[in-house]
């Protein structure tokens, strides 16, 4: 269906990072237009035609929003409540769009009418509607600007947006480790340990041995031992003020330190147990930090920074 002019579809339009945000707003019939029709020349438009009194769209509304925030910017959402627009409603009614019932999801590429459907459909087969339309319109994400789309959103402090991009990136690429270490990192970071392991446990077992998979296994492992450390760690500094060498409690103090993100705290409290006395515990101090290392990422700038003060020990 031709709403504005004819000529070739160009391929869809790359958002820059972050752009997602601004990918879901709400629409009515004076900017109809220029959020939808004009909008669609640069990316994909996804339309959500809801009422208030629909079941249905309460279902569905959500569902939209999630899937094209795990788009990272390459669709657009634009939802309008058919109540209010009712010129509207009747102006796409004799271009032939039937809005007789909702919700109704149409996609607008190059100003065209691409793709419809009707009725709350589950998750599953709504990416599958939009994974359509952007190979249609030529604007499939890239794995690498995906992958690049969840970490950034992790380290925004972003976990819910990174789990949902994570889980894009997996159905495109399902042997993709990097996905799979980030999306098990993104829900120890939403608190959801039980869901992480399940995550564990899908993970292909040809990448069990990947430095993605072995890191985020040490991050779920340090997130349990930490919770449960972090309970009593006003104790742990309690026994330090009375005893300094009190290396079990200094250790014990370290884990949950690292549960609760204070890692560069958490490494110096193991390297002053190294520096005090060096293989306490069968080496337990040297060892846990190495596990913050796998958890952290080898990358990570506390990382980096303790293993030069770790090196400085173990070679003085």
Same mark, same amino acid.
């Given at each position: 269906m031709e709403l504005i002019g004819q000529g070739r579809p160009a391929a869809a339009t790359a958002a820059p990072p972050g752009a997602s945000a601004a990918m879901i707003i709400?629409? @009515?019939q004076r900017t109809f237009m220029r959020d939808v029709v004009e909008a669609s020349r640069q990316v994909p438009v996804l339309v959500d035609f809801w009422a208030t009194w629909c079941g249905p769209c309460r279902q569905l509304t959500p569902t939209l929003e999630k899937v094209t925030r795990a788009a990272g910017g390459r669709i657009k959402l634009v939802k309008i409540d058919i109540d209010k627009n009712q010129a509207l409603v009747q102006q %796409?009614?004799? +271009?032939? %769009? *039937? %809005?007789q019932s909702v919700p109704t999801v149409a996609a607008f590429w190059q100003g065209q009418i691409a793709d419809l459907f009707q009725g709350a459909l589950p998750e599953s087969e709504v990416k599958r509607f939009v994974e359509n339309l952007l190979k249609a319109a030529g604007g499939?994400? *890239? =794995? &690498?600007d995906l992958l690049a789309e969840a970490r950034a959103a992790?380290?925004?402090g972003d976990p819910a947006?990174?789990? @949902? +991009?994570?889980?894009? +990136?997996? =159905?495109?690429e399902p042997e993709n480790a990097a996905a799979w270490g980030g999306?098990?990192?993104? %829900?120890? &970071? +939403?608190? @959801?340990? =039980?869901?992480a392991e399940a995550t564990l446990a899908q993970v292909p077992a040809a990448l069990a041995e990947h430095a993605e998979i072995t890191g985020a296994k040490s991050a779920l492992a340090l997130a349990s031992e930490g919770r449960?450390?972090?309970a009593a760690i006003e104790s742990y500094r309690a026994r330090l003020k009375a @005893? *300094? =060498?009190d290396h079990e409690a200094r250790f014990a103090l370290a884990t949950a330190q690292a549960a609760l993100g204070e890692r560069e705290a958490a490494a110096d409290e193991l390297l002053d147990i190294i520096r005090r006395q060096p293989g306490w515990n069968e080496d337990a101090a040297r060892l846990q930090l190495l596990k913050f290392f796998a958890a952290w990422g080898m990358d990570d700038p506390v990382t980096m920074a303790a293993r030069r003060k770790l090196s400085a020990l173990l070679f003085r």
């Open positions: 709400e629409g @009515d %796409l009614a004799q +271009l032939g %769009l *039937p %809005l499939a994400m *890239p =794995a &690498a992790l380290d925004a947006g990174a789990r @949902d +991009l994570f889980s894009a +990136l997996l =159905a495109e999306l098990i990192r993104a %829900l120890i &970071a +939403l608190g @959801d340990e =039980a869901d449960k450390a972090a @005893d *300094p =060498a």
